[in-house]
């Protein structure tokens, strides 16, 4: 027996994102998954997939994070309160930052 379908919208957006090919197809992907939802509902669904603490409008991640470089979907970040460098992706319209990985510690 299969699996049933997908009930509600919240799933959308608790599958990890895989970088196919390229980052433009992941870039499609986020904006057409989000792009007929609500401000507060892409924050809720976006919360519920990578924790509340993991997601950050313009205002929160300017105070979070030092830019390094865009690629979209993918921001090149260093955290503020450690130093940390790594990723997060990014909504567009909505715009909300999510799902920081830090890169790996340095060898040696």
Not at 18 to 29: N, P, Q, R, V
Not at 30 to 40: A, F, I, N, T
Not at 76 to 91: E, L
């Amino acid at each position: 027996m299969s699996d049933p379908e997908p009930s509600n919208q919240q799933n959308v957006m608790t599958e990890k994102i895989e970088l196919g090919t390229t980052l433009k197809t992941a870039e499609e992907l986020l904006r057409d998954q989000v792009q007929h939802l609500e401000s507060g509902e892409v924050r809720t669904l976006l919360e519920t997939a990578h924790g509340r603490d993991n997601v950050w409008n313009d205002e929160q991640f300017t105070a979070a994070f030092a830019v390094e470089c865009f690629n979209p979907p993918i921001v090149h970040v260093i955290r503020r309160h450690d130093r940390r460098r790594g990723t997060v992706y990014f909504t567009s319209k909505p715009r909300f930052y999510f799902s920081f990985n830090a890169e790996s510690e340095p060898n040696g």
